[in-house]
């Protein structure tokens, strides 16, 4: 029960206004499946050092498939963009309200 003198009318509660709905970033940049691979094959060649690029070669032959193989099977795979700010600008109007555009009359 609200005090004595005070109003039992229900205020609402009132959001900022937003001039335009739109996400910044909807499509989240992925980590690289192949990053492991990658990094493993240049661990390795660096650990072999310039001096024997033969047996550098050798060593990390199976790293090296193992990263093409990884990259043949991510070629494959398109990215699909997000639609999310399309829905956002279609059902602004509806969540915003019918709202009078400067200058015009009614």
Known sequence: ?????SSTAINPVRLQSVKKLKVQRPDRT?????????SA???AS???GASSAAASALSCAALEQALRECMDFNR???EQKS???YHLQR????IRGKTRRKGSLG
């Open 1 to 5: 029960m609200p005090p004595k003198g």
């Open 30 to 38: 992925n980590v690289n499946p192949c990053m492991g691979p990658m």
């Open 41 to 43: 094959v240049l661990t």
């Open 46 to 48: 660096g650990a072999q």
């Open 76 to 78: 494959k795979t398109p």
């Open 83 to 85: 639609t999310i700010n």
């Open 91 to 94: 059902l602004y109007p509806n």
